[in-house]
């Protein structure tokens, strides 16, 4: 055990080198760390080229069309102007609410469909024209926005992190996910916004809306969707996945009824529906549709290389011996999580990616499941969350989404790391905390 530990180690400084120092992309670097470590684990040769391509197409057939479903969705909100609808519906909606709580709000849902990066640079123009020419005000609303981005990205699917970990556990709920992630991204988000919020007070401007300023800024779009419309695709997948979930527990007598719910219930299928949604939102602004879907697969493409090569790379792994001769009998409460989560966060930290930490960590935690009581459907989503907060832990100056939050919300290096990179580290720390407090009351029940 103790030898196949040391390789993996290897392995993962191989990864934090190959994408951090030499900027090599992801996928070739995980192809050599695959094949490195097959080599170190001595699978006979014969067996490598089957050992990576069977891990690579069991990831592609798990979550292939959940990731290409969730770009074009991604995609089609962008081209008809939905997102910036679904952002004056929220703020219009929670006008009650101090303004971090609602930039947090509005980046939590906007990032679920499109990736944090990219919501940035779409919401970005929004904090600024909020924030009345005040630097302080400004700040405290870009971390707002980056943070809440930041929560369900790493969390909630269809975002390609999350699936790929639960390509990589072999979770066959994925509902559940949905469900546990949503709500642990919400906690995650709002610390965020606390945090925020406590700078925005410091600005010393009244936290109200200026609603002659939001009112400007929004009649400034032309032919915006209506709210209904731009977020019908992002909330009919989420209600056939938990309709699925719930559903066929209390209309067991009616089959033909309950497998239908199921059909239209499966992630594929409602991901499906919700793409063609946005879809027909497109066609009805007449917009062209070869351009979407050429640019949903030039966004899906890189992604879908690189969550399925970390497949290929969990397949090596699980031919390691991990747990012969470990004791991990003290690891088996709540403090088992906290293996993950310091994986995580300190490959998210060395190597700048939350995608490749979330893919890489997830595939050593396979094999440690039994060990540390985990092997079950609610147990891997305990170890899904974990890796996901970790993964946030912490944004600096070797993650680009650092670099875009800074230079989209004009603050300076030091004034992000003060703020954004210290935002993400209180985000990782306590919603650990909270999640093991968490995990103690679920198995006291």
Known sequence: MGIDLLFIAVVVIWIIVGTSYLRWHPFFVLLIGALGLAFLLQIPIAQIPETLST?????????GLLILFGAWIGVALEATNATTAIAKGIIKKLTLLP???????LGYLVSIPVFCDAAFVILAPLTKKLSANNTARRNALTVALSTGLFSAHVLVPPTPGPLAAAGNLQLANLSLLLLAGGIFGIVLMLIGAFYAYYFFRKSNLNDSFDSDNLIEHFNQEKNLPSFSEAIWPLTLPILLMATASIIPLFLTEYQFFTDLILFVGDPVIALLLGMLAAFYSCKKRKKDMSTILKKGIQQAAPILLITAMGG??????????????????????????????????????AQGSSTVAIITISSIMLP????????????????????????????????????????????????????HTAGTLLQGVIGICLLLAAYSVYHAL
């Open 99 to 105: 303004l971090p709580f609602v930039i947090s709000a």
């Open 55 to 63: 891990g690579f197409g069991n990831m592609f057939k798990n979550i």
């Open 312 to 349: 290929a790379l969990g397949a090596v792994i699980q031919s390691a011996n991990l747990t012969e001769g470990l004791r991990l009998d003290s690891f088996t409460n709540s403090l088992g999580l906290t293996i993950p989560f310091l994986l995580a966060a300190l490959l998210k930290s």
């Open 368 to 419: 440690l499941l039994p060990a540390l009581g985990l092997n079950t459907e609610m147990g891997k989503v305990w170890v899904i969350l974990a890796i996901g907060a970790g993964s946030l832990t912490v944004s600096h100056a070797n993650d680009s989404y650092f670099w875009i939050v800074s230079q989209m919300g004009e603050m300076s290096v030091k004034e992000a790391y003060r703020k």
